[in-house]
């Protein structure tokens, strides 16, 4: 089946630092999301992308739909601490429907540098 | 304005019980999607409900079933419980195709 392959699985970072994470896809997607997950919520929206080639931000954050649209990068500039959370990709596939059914990556978790 | 609610927060089951989980929707909201996120992975999709008819559905066994209520909450009923059904439950709504709003879950721990 479709699979959402996103990296780094875990990073640490340091306030003030740029972030960056990607997803790739073994096939097509005809839209591309980044959600961020808090302990004890569910993921919340942060950007959506609907075209290939589109480069979209909010914010200190800013993602890509690549070309191929098998791939997307979202990257987070002058981190700060409550950036910390787990980063989702997901895509839609490139079929008539809702965004409902919607295929997640497993996640970028990002922390504080000790 | 109440975004999606989820209940319970967390239960504890043991092995072939069922189990009902609930969601009630953001206002104005009348599409209804299950997601099982189990621990370290990402959400995978169960199924999508609208006008109380399921509408799309993902990879899982018949043991899950839903259904839609006039009010557009949901219901998600998992019967014959396997260790492996412990997850966190997500309910997510829309509006129609429109862009999806989480709840924060219901833990399932099946013991």
């Known amino acids: 089946g479709q699979q959402l392959n996103q990296s780094p699985q875990s990073m640490f970072i340091q306030e003030g630092e740029d972030v960056s994470m990607n997803c790739t896809s073994s096939?097509?997607?005809?839209?591309w999301l980044w959600y961020k997950q808090d302990p004890g919520e569910g993921p919340v929206l942060l950007i959506a992308?609907?075209?290939?080639?589109e480069l979209t931000s909010n914010g200190r954050l800013t993602a890509q739909f690549g070309i191929t649209r098998k791939d997307s990068f979202l990257n987070i500039s002058a981190s700060i601490p409550s950036d910390v959370g787990i980063y989702f990709c997901a895509g839609h596939p490139n079929y008539g429907g809702s965004q409902g059914n919607l295929i997640f990556g497993k996640g970028t978790k990002l922390s504080v540098k000790p | 304005d109440a975004g999606v609610t989820q209940s319970p927060t967390h239960l504890i089951k043991t092995r072939g019980q069922q189990v009902t989980l609930r969601c009630s929707p953001k206002s104005g909201h009348d599409t209804v999607s299950w997601y099982q996120q189990a621990l370290g992975q990402g959400p995978q999709f169960i199924f999508q409900y609208y006008e109380e008819e399921e509408r799309q559905r993902g990879n899982f066994p018949d043991r899950f079933s839903g259904h839609q209520f006039p009010n557009y909450s949901s219901e998600l009923n998992v019967n014959a419980l396997l260790l492996g059904d412990s997850a966190l439950y997500l309910c997510?709504?829309?509006?129609?195709?429109?862009?999806?709003?989480f709840g924060a879950g219901s833990r399932l721990t099946v013991l």
């Open positions: 992308l609907y075209k290939a080639g």
């Open positions: 096939s097509i997607f005809n839209t």
């Open positions: 997510a709504s829309s509006l129609g195709a429109n862009v999806l709003t």
